[in-house]
Each structure stands twice: as C-alpha cells, then as structure tokens.
C-alpha cells in the first residue's frame, strides 16, 4: 500500500542529494511560502517561480513548487497584490501551495544543475570548475554481537556508508569480548540484572562523509540488538569529496568554435547563442556554469578552458574573455532549465523506494524572457 507523503517527508528527501549545508553563504533557501506540515499529493519543479507558473502549478492542483530561483531574494517592503510579486504570494497562500527553494545548493549537488549541463554538453573527465564545499570524512567504529555482524554492515552500506573511490560496503571487522553489567532499570538483550557478562563481540569500523552522519547512525542503531548501542565518531583528516559550482571536461572529440556553438544549442535545447571568440577555433577543453558565471571567467582560462559556456555575459566581461584568448559562449541564463526534470526525475526514484503516493511534474511553462528575432 503506498502512503500519503507528508511536505516535511518528501523535503527529507529532496535534502539527501541537495542539502542546505551546500548552499552559498547568504542564499536565500528551503521554504519560502507556505507549511511544509502538510499531505503532499502533486510537486511541480519549476526554474522560475513566475505568476504564470503559479497559475500553472492552481490549474494541475499542485501542493508544493521546488524552484531553482528562489522567488523571495531580497527582504520585502509589502506584499501588495496588485502587483505580480505580491499576488505569486497571495495566489500560493490562497490555493495553500508552498513554494520551497534550492539554489546553489541545487547547483552543487552531485546530479544537480552543474552536472546536468556537463552531461547534457557531452563532457568526459568531469572535474568542479568552483570549489565551495568539501565534505568532512568520518569514521564509525561500532560493537556488535558476533550474530548480528552481518545485518549491521549491510544496513551501514545500505545507508552509504563505506565509499572509498569506486568501491562501496567498504568495512573492517575485528573480533574481541564486551563486557558490561546490566543495572537495576535496564532491559538487557543478553544477560541479567547485577551480573556482569562478557560477550563475543566484533567491532565493525566503515567510512562515511559527515553530511549522511544522520542517516547511518539511525541505520546502524535499527540494525543493531541492543538497547545501548557503544559506538564511536572520528573525525578524519582524509579529504572528502569536494562539491562546486560548474564543470570543466573535455569533448570526446574536438571542433571548431562554430561546431561547438552548434553543440550547444541542440544539447541545451535553445534557439540562438551568442560567441565571442574566432569561430574557427579548435575546442576540446569546455568549461560550463550554469546561470551568471561572469565572476569565474579566470578560473575557467586557469584550468585550460578553451570556451567556457554560461549565461547573462556582460559586454565587459566578453571583453575581458576575449583579452585572455578565452572564447565564450553564451547560451543564456535559462539552460538551468535542465535541472526541471533532472530533479523530478530524481525525486520520483526517491518517492517511490519510499512507497510514497505523490506525483511529480516539471513546469511547462517557459521562463526565458527573451526572444531572438
Ligand atoms: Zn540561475
């Protein structure tokens, strides 16, 4: 039987791939509008929280938008509803949908927007343009009962625990005796009150990265038999996994700027770029950010980036890069588009391990504000 998804379970999950801890210092993130303590039925994931999107979102009966651009950026002096901005508000309020929002968090993400458009654009040897998060290692060394050692190790690889490069259940076990004596109120799995009890043990250390400490500690304890569960929490030196905004990788095979520009809008699914640069230009080395990327023009010239694809390209930021032999293309700030059914795609497989009955739909509306005559 599948069950109702509450707001706060499905933001749960949303939040195992793009946690808030990802985002930039000062964006503006998580719920905006509205409660998230409520049944969820129907998400709709959309780029830009537009009043035509909220329509959209009235119209198929949508409980709650996921949104890349958080539609409340700066503080608000009002909330008047003869204007666009005031009534998104009210429209949500009214017809009680909320409105949750994941920025750079999103774009950092492993699978979120920066990776969507490397895939997209074809990239192979995939590295992080920007760096902005590395995530701490820890190491969990539990004591358990030698006839239980299986079904702790499998629910700590269950939760993702023991990663190390491409390998995964990643343990070591060794075997030793436990002792320890029941006290008066306690209600022990082996052994009796006031008498002490040694017990074939084994200690199971694994690896984890600190952002799913949560997850593996609470798998670990259902796993586990006993009513105090002994364990320890490292921290490591080892360095983590490091997240960032943007991609840099190479094309399988090299073109020409021209062909490139081509790539581009076919892999992005839009109508017309803009370059800078000789068209004639051999690329192999593409640099990609999704959004406004003017502020990383050197670090993509510093990796090796021979162009370097992201949107709202100033006039002076385009000179900058083609002082720098950096060649640019600029397919505007809506690519980020992809993440619309990247992220409902994602949260479907999540919502369905969960045998939670919720439908997710990205926006069909289109948000680019420009059109190319
Ligand atoms: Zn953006």
Known sequence: MKKIANGQHIIQLFERFSPKHYALEGDKIGLQIGTLNKPVRKIMVALDV?????????????????????????????????????????????????????????????????????????????KILVPTYQDPLKKLAVFVPKDYEGDVREALGKAGAGFIGNYSYCTFSSAGIGTFLPLENANPFIGDTGKLEMVEEVKIETI????????????????????????????????GKQLGLGKIGELEKEMTLKEFAEHVKKALEVEKVRVVGDLQATIKKVAVLGGDGNKYIYQAKMRGADVYVTGDVYYHTAHDAMMLGLHVVDPGHNIEKVMKEGVAEKLTKLCAEENLEVEIIPSRVHTDPFKFL
């Open 208 to 239: 984890f990265p600190q952002s799913i400490q949560k997850k593996v500690i609470q798998a670990m304890l259902k796993a586990h038999p006993y009513e105090e569960v002994a364990y320890d929490i490292y921290s490591l030196e080892n360095e």
């Open 50 to 126: 537009l009043e035509e999107v909220v329509d959209e979102a009235i119209n198929q009966k949508v409980d709650l938008i996921i949104a890349h651009h958080p539609p409340i950026f700066h503080p608000l002096k009002h909330i008047r509803t003869d204007d666009p901005a005031g009534r998104i508000i009210e429209k949500c309020i009214k017809h009680e949908i909320a409105v949750y929002a994941a920025h750079t968090n999103l774009d950092v993400a492993p699978g979120g927007v920066s990776d969507l458009l490397a895939d997209r654009l074809q990239l192979v040897n995939q």
